[in-house]
C-alpha cells in the first residue's frame, strides 16, 4: 500500500482566509514533505519533516507554516496568501532510511488545487 | 548543487511503439538514486522506475526500462508498447543519498503524447 491522502482536493480562498491542507498517510514512513507546483513546471520543495525535525526551504513565505501533530499526519497552514501562490500542492511521504540498500522513494498523494483570490 | 536537464519539452509516439525519454544530470556525489515520474492529466505524481547509482544493473518495470550511464550521467527512459494511459508529463528526478538531504531535484518535464 503505497497510498498518501490529501484533503481538500480543491481550495478557493481570499487573501484574509486562513486554511489548512492536509495529508495522511498509514505506511509508517518516517519523513514527510510538502512540494508547491506551478503550472507545467516540475514540484518545488517547501518543508521535510524527517524524524521530527523540520527543514524549511529558505525561499517559502512565513504565510505558509507546516504541522506534524504525528508521524502520520502533515498540516499546512495557509494565512494571508497572495494570488501568486495559487498552485498544485503535493504531499508526499517516504521511509526516512537512506544509504546503500535503502532507496528512500517519496510516494506522492493527488495534491490539492489551491487558488487564491 | 545537483541539476537534472530534461532537453525534450515534448515527446509523440504512435500507440505501440517504442520512445525513448532523455535525462542528463550533473552531481559530484557516488551514491545518490535516479527516478523517473509520470504526472498524467490528474496530476497525482506517480512513480515509474528508480534506480540506484551503486547498481550497475539497468532498472526494469514491464514496459519500462532505463538506460543508466553512470559516468555519462545519463538516464534515460524507454517505454516499449506504448498505451494511450502512458501520455503524461514524465519527470525526471534525482535525490542525494546523503542522511538529511531528502530532496528531490526534479527536470523540467517532457509531455509525452501517444498518437492512437
Known amino acids: 500500500d503505497t497510498e498518501v491522502t490529501q484533503t481538500p482536493k480543491h481550495l478557493v480562498m481570499g487573501m484574509t482566509n486562513k486554511k489548512s491542507l492536509k495529508c495522511e498517510q498509514h505506511?509508517?514512513?518516517?519523513?514527510m514533505y510538502w512540494y508547491k507546483q506551478k503550472a507545467k513546471k516540475p514540484p518545488e520543495l517547501m518543508f521535510v519533516?524527517?524524524?521530527?525535525?523540520?527543514?524549511i526551504n529558505e525561499s517559502v513565505p512565513s504565510r505558509f507554516s507546516p504541522e506534524c501533530p504525528n508521524s502520520s499526519l502533515l498540516n499546512l497552514h495557509l494565512h494571508a496568501l497572495q494570488p501568486e501562490d495559487s498552485a498544485l500542492y503535493l504531499c508526499?511521504?517516504?521511509?526516512?532510511?537512506?544509504?546503500?540498500?535503502?532507496?528512500?522513494?517519496?510516494?506522492f498523494g493527488p495534491g490539492t488545487r489551491l487558488t487564491v483570490l | 548543487a545537483q541539476t537534472v536537464t530534461q532537453s525534450q519539452p515534448e515527446m509523440s509516439v504512435q500507440e505501440a511503439e517504442t520512445v525513448t525519454l532523455s535525462c542528463t544530470y550533473d552531481?559530484?556525489?557516488?551514491?545518490?538514486?535516479l527516478f523517473w515520474y509520470k504526472q498524467p492529466p490528474s496530476r497525482q505524481m506517480i512513480l515509474v522506475i528508480r534506480?540506484?547509482?551503486?547498481?550497475?544493473q539497468n532498472a526494469t518495470e514491464n514496459r519500462f526500462s532505463v538506460n543508466f550511464q553512470k559516468a555519462a550521467k545519463s538516464f534515460s527512459l524507454k517505454i516499449s508498447d506504448s498505451q494511450l494511459g502512458d501520455a503524461a508529463m514524465y519527470f525526471c528526478?534525482?535525490?542525494?543519498?546523503?542522511?538529511?538531504?531528502?530532496?528531490?531535484?526534479f527536470g523540467t518535464g517532457t509531455r509525452l503524447t501517444i498518437i492512437p
Open positions: 508526499a511521504s517516504s521511509q526516512g532510511v537512506v544509504g546503500t540498500g535503502a532507496t528512500d522513494t517519496q510516494y
Open positions: 505506511m509508517g514512513h518516517r519523513a
Open positions: 519533516y524527517s524524524y521530527e525535525k523540520l527543514s
Open positions: 552531481t559530484s556525489e557516488s551514491d545518490y538514486y
Open positions: 534506480q540506484e547509482a551503486y547498481k550497475q
Open positions: 528526478a534525482y535525490r542525494s543519498s546523503n542522511f538529511g538531504n531528502e530532496k528531490l531535484t
